[in-house]
């Protein structure tokens, strides 16, 4: 289990993170990473209905028939959005209105049906929630960094108003990068984020790449170095 | 007699990216000298503040393309990506504007989609659009021409403590304002006749921007007499805009600016002989470009006319890149010996 647990893990983080392998949920993804906090808030909201759905697709996974599965699922999705949604609504009403559509859009992204479709039914419950939080996590993780990169680019600053998160405390978290800084419209708006997405994509394909170059760099070593003779030509 | 016995193609002389480079920065160089003169120091520090950016963003990012350098950077397409934005952005443009501007050009627009001959889009005006979008105040802030204002135009230094010691906000005013095509088009319910006699910038300036375009004019006829582009591109916009305009000019003269005004104003002509030719963003074959012209032309009235900003070439030419593919597909030229296909019931035969 644990060798299991750990790939997992991995997949969810990185090797087939949804957002930047699978190339799910982009709508989202691009529409509200204006900035760190909206991103927080979007992903800590789609991580959980994921974290719902997988649970229940997965406990419920030996009732449901074949040919029915996916409106199923979507009810199931369906029924964990709104209740994210009134969460928000009760805690963080604010950010509720800043991300609008985005949160009852939730429904269709397709990175949880994907999750519910391609492992949850097919798995245990537990091996389900796993990966249920590690895709909500990997997903988060896209989230912020690029509103982070949109935010500091944007706007000149980082970390501002997440008081709309986390209560009036973490209004001092804000911190102004550049003094005076006139805004660069460019990153703010949707064309920014397609930008900042591929290039985020670009950046984990050349660490990708590099990983993969020092393995097989490594690997003659350990084969103890056998020398093929030319015997031809 | 001596015989030479060569296979095809039987050129007369090899014609290397780096010298039709190096034609159109020459070509454009009355333009250049016209802006100078019309508009003060401004441009001609942009031009070579934007070329030695782009010389050191290109020479990075093919380092870090691991490509050979020198090879790609004397073939001069940075420079003319740096020299087309250095004309097209206002002269008065702060030194961060043109650096964001080639960064853009270069890395974003250019190297990350392939490098030369890969791009999609024509970097330049992938940057100008950039840049109006992001920093609207910025890049609309027009310089009035020099005639227009009294006695003290920034001199040489003066232009160069404004481009990069910032812009006193006090005093700029008084050498800035509205271009032509702005003026015309928030004239404040004036009819079109009434707008050219009582704005200023329409009754004394105009003929600063006739002149600028009747450079750009000659450099574009200087290029295509030497071949580097045929006349199918330029002429079909040309045409196009005039046909547009004089429509709406000849149905409602009070309303709508005459034909002359729209091609002798704005980037029509920097457009039509500069970034209408780029033979990598254009549409590639004679009947291609003969369409790809003509509805940028279009495009340059309707979004001049009824868009938000107040000139329009970058826009009209980003939207046929676009469609530029799409027109090849369709004007693909029939090989020599073949007929086209008959369609229908008598192709079957």
């Given at each position: 289990?644990?060798?299991?647990?750990?790939?997992?893990?991995?997949?969810?983080?990185?090797?087939n993170?949804?957002?930047?392998?699978?190339?799910?949920?982009?709508?989202?993804?691009?529409?509200?990473?204006?900035?760190?906090?909206?991103?927080?808030?979007?992903?800590?909201?789609?991580?959980?209905?994921?974290l719902?759905?997988?649970?229940?697709?997965?406990?419920?996974?030996?009732?449901?028939?074949?040919?029915?599965?996916?409106?199923?699922?979507?009810?199931i999705?369906?029924?964990?959005?709104?209740?994210?949604?009134?969460?928000?609504?009760?805690?963080?009403?604010?950010?509720?209105?800043?991300?609008?559509?985005?949160?009852?859009?939730?429904?269709?992204?397709?990175?949880?049906?994907?999750?519910?479709?391609?492992?949850?039914?097919?798995?245990?419950v537990?091996?389900?929630?796993?990966?249920?939080?590690?895709?909500?996590?990997?997903?988060?993780?896209?989230?912020?960094?690029?509103?982070?990169?949109?935010?500091?680019?944007?706007?000149?600053?980082?970390?501002?108003?997440?008081?709309?998160?986390?209560?009036?405390?973490?209004?001092?978290?804000?911190?102004?990068?550049?003094?005076?800084?006139?805004?660069?419209?460019?990153?703010?708006l949707?064309?920014?984020?397609?930008?900042?997405?591929?290039?985020l994509?670009?950046?984990?394909?050349?660490?990708?790449?590099?990983?993969?170059?020092?393995r097989?760099?490594?690997?003659?070593?350990?084969?103890?170095?056998?020398?093929?003779?030319?015997?031809?030509? | 007699?001596?015989?030479?016995?060569?296979?095809?193609?039987?050129?007369?002389?090899?014609?290397?990216?780096?010298?039709?480079?190096?034609?159109?920065?020459?070509?454009?160089?009355?333009?250049?000298?016209?802006?100078?003169?019309?508009?003060?120091?401004?441009?001609?520090?942009?031009?070579?503040?934007?070329?030695?950016?782009?010389?050191?963003?290109?020479?990075?990012?093919?380092?870090?393309?691991?490509?050979?350098?020198?090879?790609?950077?004397?073939?001069?397409?940075?420079?003319?990506?740096?020299?087309?934005?250095?004309?097209?952005?206002?002269?008065?443009?702060?030194?961060?504007?043109?650096?964001?501007?080639?960064?853009?050009?270069?890395?974003?627009?250019?190297?990350?989609?392939?490098g030369?001959?890969?791009?999609?889009?024509?970097?330049?005006?992938?940057?100008?659009?950039?840049?109006?979008?992001?920093?609207?105040?910025?890049?609309?802030?027009?310089?009035?021409?020099?005639?227009?204002?009294d006695?003290?135009?920034?001199?040489?230094?003066?232009?160069?403590?404004?481009?990069?010691?910032?812009?006193?906000?006090?005093?700029i005013?008084?050498?800035?304002?509205?271009?032509?095509?702005?003026?015309?088009?928030?004239?404040?319910?004036?009819?079109?006749?009434?707008?050219?006699?009582?704005?200023?910038?329409?009754?004394?300036?105009?003929?600063?921007?006739?002149?600028?375009?009747?450079?750009?004019?000659?450099?574009?006829?200087?290029?295509?007499?030497?071949?580097?582009?045929?006349?199918?591109?330029?002429?079909?916009?040309?045409?196009?805009?005039?046909?547009?305009s004089?429509?709406?000019?000849?149905?409602?003269?009070?309303?709508?600016g005459?034909?002359?005004?729209?091609?002798?104003?704005?980037?029509t002509?920097?457009?039509?002989?500069?970034?209408?030719?780029?033979?990598?963003?254009?549409?590639?074959?004679?009947?291609g470009?003969?369409?790809?012209?003509?509805?940028?032309?279009?495009?340059?009235?309707?979004?001049?006319?009824?868009?938000?900003?107040?000139?329009?070439?970058?826009?009209?030419?980003?939207?046929?890149?676009?469609?530029a593919?799409?027109?090849?597909?369709?004007?693909?030229?029939?090989?020599?010996?073949?007929?086209?296909?008959?369609?229908?019931?008598?192709?079957?035969?």
């Open positions: 289990m644990s060798a299991d647990a750990r790939k997992i893990a991995l997949d969810g983080l990185w090797n993170n949804p957002a930047l392998v699978q190339l799910l949920g982009l709508c989202p993804l691009l529409a509200v990473t204006g900035s760190v906090v909206n991103a927080i808030g979007l992903g800590v909201a789609s991580t959980l209905v994921l719902g759905s997988n649970l229940t697709v997965s406990a419920f996974r030996k009732f449901v028939p074949e040919s029915v599965r996916l409106p199923i699922f979507v009810m999705i369906a029924s964990f959005v709104t209740a994210i949604e009134l969460l928000m609504q009760a805690f963080a009403y604010e950010l509720y209105l800043i991300l609008g559509i985005f949160i009852p859009l939730i429904v269709t992204n397709c990175a949880i049906m994907g999750r519910a479709d391609a492992f949850a039914c097919k798995n245990t537990g091996a389900s929630v796993l990966d249920g939080l590690m895709m909500g996590l990997g997903f988060t993780a896209v989230l912020v960094v690029l509103g982070a990169m949109r935010e500091a680019l944007g706007l000149g600053t980082l970390f501002a108003d997440m008081q709309l998160l986390f209560g009036p405390a973490a209004e001092s978290w804000k911190i102004t990068l550049i003094d005076d800084y006139k805004g660069f419209l460019f990153a703010v949707p064309p920014g984020a397609f930008v900042g997405m591929g290039l994509i670009a950046l984990k394909n050349v660490i990708d790449s590099r990983l993969e170059q020092r097989q760099q490594q690997k003659p070593e350990s084969d103890g170095g056998v020398e093929r003779v030319r015997v031809t030509g | 007699m001596a015989l030479i016995r060569t296979s095809s193609p039987h050129l007369h002389k090899v014609s290397r990216t780096s010298d039709v480079m190096r034609l159109v920065l020459l070509a454009t160089l009355p333009g250049l000298l016209a802006m100078t003169f019309f508009f003060g120091w401004g441009t001609l520090i942009n031009v070579i503040w934007a070329s030695l950016l782009a010389l050191g963003f290109e020479a990075a990012i093919i380092k870090l393309r691991n490509r050979p350098v020198r090879y790609y950077l004397t073939d001069y397409s940075a420079l003319v990506t740096a020299l087309l934005l250095g004309l097209a952005l206002p002269p008065f443009a702060p030194w961060w504007l043109t650096l964001v501007g080639v960064f853009v050009a270069i890395v974003i627009a250019k190297h990350l989609y392939g030369l001959g890969q791009n999609p889009f024509n970097p330049a005006m992938v940057a100008y659009a950039l840049l109006l979008v992001s920093f609207p105040v910025d890049m609309t802030r027009w310089t009035l021409p020099t005639v227009m204002v006695g003290g135009f920034p001199g040489l230094f003066e232009t160069l403590g404004i481009i990069f010691g910032g812009i006193d906000a006090t005093q005013d008084s050498y800035t304002g509205a271009t032509p095509l702005d003026a015309l088009r928030h004239r404040g319910g004036l009819t079109t006749e009434e707008a050219w006699r009582a704005v200023p910038v329409l009754a004394d300036g105009v003929g600063a921007w006739h002149a600028v375009s009747a450079a750009y004019f000659m450099g574009g006829i200087f290029l295509l007499y030497r071949k580097v582009f045929t006349w199918h591109g330029p002429l079909s916009m040309l045409i196009s805009l005039t046909v547009i004089t429509l709406f000019f000849a149905v409602e003269p009070d309303a709508y005459d034909p002359f005004f729209h091609l002798t104003t704005g980037a002509m920097l457009g039509a002989f500069f970034i209408v030719t780029d033979p990598v963003t254009a549409a590639t074959s004679n009947r470009k003969v369409i790809y012209g003509a509805c940028i032309g279009l495009l340059i009235y309707v979004i001049r006319t009824w868009g938000g900003y107040p000139d329009a070439v970058a826009f009209a030419v980003l939207l046929m890149n676009l469609a593919p799409f027109i090849d597909q369709y004007t693909q030229p029939r090989t020599y010996g073949h007929q086209k296909a008959r369609r229908g019931m008598k192709g079957d035969a």
